[in-house]
């Protein structure tokens, strides 16, 4: 059994994931549209080109995505984070400093009395990640 975070997000998740492998080093998967997909038909013509269903795939690990469907507004994301293991402190630094780019922290990465980094911030998109390093490889 495997539980996968889904992010659904309001008209940027193109972007997001785009920005998400970049930052991560992550793999990103196929970007599916809504456009041509059954049960679509009658959405708005500036809806059809956004996101569907895509993935970063980080280690045995899967985060997915989507844009929301117009008729299902999405609000924003409140009460979780993406929670990041890294295996470096030299990758927190790197993956915690792009993440964090035109977003805002909210705890600094730093050492922790369980990690030798670990830090919160919100990403440009509105998701929230804790970058979490144990110990350094």
């Known amino acids: 059994m495997n539980v996968n975070p889904y992010l659904i997000l309001n008209g940027t998740c193109e972007a997001a994931f785009t920005f998400y492998a970049q930052a991560t080093g992550g ?17 708005p013509a500036e809806h ?48 915690f400093a792009a993440l964090s780019d035109g977003g805002q922290v909210n705890m600094p990465l730093a050492q922790t009395f369980w990690a030798v980094r670990f830090g919160m911030l919100v990403d440009k998109f509105g998701v929230p990640w804790m970058i979490n390093c144990e110990k350094d490889a």
């Open 27 to 43: 793999t990103l998967g196929p970007m599916m549209r809504f456009d041509g997909a059954e049960g679509c038909e009658n959405m």
């Open 48 to 95: 059809r080109q956004k996101i569907m269903h895509t993935n970063i795939t980080f280690g045995q690990t899967v985060l997915m995505g989507s844009d929301n469907h117009p008729d299902y507004p999405c609000e924003a994301i409140k009460g979780f984070s993406v929670s990041l293991s890294v295996d470096s402190i030299a990758d927190a630094e790197r993956i």
